[in-house]
Nanobody
């Protein structure tokens, strides 16, 4: 089991910034991928950003240039810095961690979610 504790969500005006944090209960050195997903009301959950243990990152087109994902393995934590926020960024943001062995997914855990609301 891996417990994930998220923090940093809230209400912000358009153009503002927020920083999300997600702390894992297991050493991040054993986690291949750490990422953030979001789900807006009435929509499917979508990937926002992910980062591998080697530091490679992947972003949704809608957030490129505005969001930055990073991880601190010494703190077992992944961060999402969100700048120039737009109302369409509103949703529940979920932390996700995965460990793979080759093509086999060993585990896949989700945080409880944190609400981000961007007002226009």
């Amino acid at each position: 089991q891996v417990q994930l504790v998220e923090s940093g969500g809230g209400l912000v005006q358009a153009g503002g910034s927020l920083r999300l944090s997600c702390a894992a209960s297991r050493s991040a050195f054993s986690i291949n991928s750490m990422g953030w997903y979001r789900q807006a009301p009435g929509k499917q959950r979508e990937m926002v950003a992910a980062i591998t243990s080697g530091g490679s990152t992947n972003y949704a087109d809608s957030v490129k240039g505005r969001f930055t994902i990073s991880r601190d393995n010494s703190k077992n934590t992944v961060y999402l810095q969100m700048n120039s926020l737009k109302p369409e960024d509103t949703g529940v943001y979920y932390c996700n961690v995965q460990r793979w062995r080759g093509t086999s997914l060993l585990y896949d855990y989700w945080g409880q979610g944190t609400q981000v609301t961007v007002s226009s």
